[in-house]
């Protein structure tokens, strides 16, 4: 290989509360985990700087640790450049602790880059680890650099980048919330088909925070799905304030799970982007149908269900609210929309502390039909979906803790659905919501050409 690795492992972790070479994840410590991709690599040597006093690395791990009085990255790098120069193989993997998330498969594609400097590129932005010629690490003898970053700098033709999937070149462990977030992952490592059998809806909260490169790489994630037409006509508020929370909660039925989730995401159909596209170039947006509302419900719907899962890959749960378009028009004040956007479905996100039973689903037979829709299947699903229903009650009770409401035994889906549904009046009526979305800048007639939208619109 040719290559010696420097993890730099010096800091105090002030803001994780813990000494980040030794926090676990997935079973080893960071350091642990760090050290068995560098073994799989086939690594000739493995440094490991240490600041003074730390405590000692687990035993076994084939490295040389050496130790600095400081725990500023360059002077950590400076120290073990200074202490084994004589050694140092023709590249140098610079691996700061912090990123221990990033996969083997990740640094056996960044060692495919040649440059003198390679960087991982994700998603558009670069990251860690790094790898540097070993001529390129010398120059931080150099008194006057400042930062690793005046290396990389220097020479913008000596970098190369090397594009990566792994999320975790960007994501450092840095926090309490980093460190349940990779947890998380790697507690969640399954095909996303388990996952998607593994949904439940989550009411109940740990007291702990959903960090924001979290919130942001999970957005990130979701915002990638597809899109009718490329309208892209989907938005995401996050809400993290106590107080607009609380106002929230009192929008959607008084929701408890939406007061005490850390974070409230609205889910929203947005043509506003759209309206604007249309301005910018002297023209009125002609939206008024209601194939577009249909359009940019997909899109949000879409998206919101994305970040479902995303969040779920993460070990984190969520509860999706209905009930935000109790009052779309007050809800759509309350988080600033401008016209032409509404909240579709809330978002209850955090990490989760009930445990519920899963809900059975209708049997797959009465969801995919061969062909041509089998409607003759409808009977055996409802009472297979009854069942299921009445099971699902029954090892709930079993479950539930003394005091808590019992569930009906012996209503099955069908009983429930008649009951919703078969009344005099339309289920969840929400008179308001047509009307409202109208105001909103929305059009569901089934014909365009009116251009009730308003024409050039500001928020
Ligand atoms: C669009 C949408 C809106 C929902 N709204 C609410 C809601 O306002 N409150 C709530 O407690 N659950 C809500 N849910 C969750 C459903 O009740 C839940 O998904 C369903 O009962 C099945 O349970 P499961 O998700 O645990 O499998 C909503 C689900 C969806 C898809």
Redesign the pocket.
Known sequence: MDLSAIVLAAGRGERLGADKAHVELGGATAIERVCAHLRELACDEVLVVRRQGAAPLPAGLDVERIDCDTDAMLETLRAAWRARRATLRARVLVFPIDYAMVRADTLRTLLSGGAPITLPLCRGRVGHPLVLAREVLAEIDDPAIQSLRDVIRREPSRVGVVEVEDGFVLRDIDTPADLLAARGVLANAVPATELLAR???R?AWRDEAVGDAQLRWLVDSARRSATSSFIQAASVVAVRDRATKERIAAL?SD?A?IREAPVFLAIVADLRRIARACERSGRRMNADTLEVFVEATIDATIVGQSLALAAESEGLGT?????ARNHPRDLAALLGLPRHAFVV?GMALGWPADD?L??ERLPLDAVLHDERYDDTRTDTALAAADEALRAWARRSNERASPGTRRIDEARGWSDRMAFLFGGDRPHKGRQNLGPELREMGFGLDGVSGRDSCGGIEGS
Do not use: D, E
């Not at 509860?319 to 009930?323: S, T």
């Open positions: 949904h439940r809806s009411r959607c929701q799970q509860c999706m609210i209905g009930a479905f519920p899963p809900r």
